[in-house]
């Protein structure tokens, strides 16, 4: 398939073919990196992203998948974080030039539920510094003169332009839900309590939650669904069941 015919499925149609072999993880990441080539330079909505690490990534998945061993609801299917959510194996800024280029010890919950899930996390998107301070350096996809919105702009403008198909974000004061709109893509904040924080830059214990953004309704709840478990180490959770 042509990258452009990749990138138009969703992804619950895209793991589908990823999961019977009729395309791989490396040739959707490619197409992905093709877009980003083309749209990173107006758009700037990555703080982090090492097209040899996605592959690399991608080349894992794909000889996961040979292997015959059983695979998760979105394997081989990238996802980019807002630069707020820790992770481990790639530099987790926040933002700021106090954080530059050092990363967490280990990942937040949310990226690993989403690698349990079979997904690749395939890089940082921009936020607001520290997610509250200065706007970063992100463009509104469709006018290049407007703004994202934020804090989440990086993940929401990654949606609308295309360069990823589904991103994570957060919000304490509508950091979710301004950006979507200004984008034009879906975005979901969840009830309080049902996605763990544990890993993520703290600014309110009774505001801050994490959501997701994706280009229909469908595709945003399938990946939320991953994201809503129980966290022990964040007290604020509840247990939910998914699959009602």
């Known amino acids: 398939m042509y990258s452009e015919d990749l990138i138009a499925l969703s992804t619950i149609q895209l793991a589908e ?15 992905y990196i093709s877009r980003i080539e083309k749209f990173e330079k107006d758009v700037c909505a990555w703080a982090f992203f090492d097209k040899d690490k996605l592959l690399e990534k991608a080349e894992d998945a794909d000889n996961f998948r040979s292997s015959g061993k059983p695979i998760g609801p979105l394997h081989g299917i990238p996802v980019a974080l807002k630069d707020i959510i820790g992770t481990y194996d790639m530099p987790t800024e926040c933002g700021t030039k106090l954080r530059k280029g050092n990363s967490y010890s ?12 079979g997904a690749i996390v395939m890089g940082k998107t921009v936020t607001t510094e520290l997610a509250y301070f200065d706007p970063g350096k992100t463009k509104n996809p469709h006018d290049y003169t407007r703004t994202p919105g934020g804090s989440s702009s990086g993940s929401a403008a990654a949606i609308a332009s295309y360069m990823a198909p589904l991103s994570v974000g957060t919000q304490t004061n509508g950091s979710l839900i301004r950006p979507a709109s200004y984008c ?30 994706a280009h229909t309704v469908e595709e945003a709840a399938h990946f939320a669904k991953i994201l809503i478990r129980k966290d022990l180490y964040d007290p604020d959770t509840v247990y939910y069941a998914t699959n009602k």
């Open 106 to 117: 280990q990942d937040s919950e949310v990226a690993s539920l989403i690698k349990s899930s």
């Open 17 to 31: 073919k990823i999961k019977s072999g009729e395309i791989t993880s490396h040739q959707l990441c490619s197409a």
């Open 184 to 213: 034009g893509v879906v975005g979901y904040k969840p009830s309080f309590g049902l996605i763990s924080r544990n890993g993520i830059l703290k600014q309110s214990s009774h505001l801050d939650q994490v959501g997701v953004f």
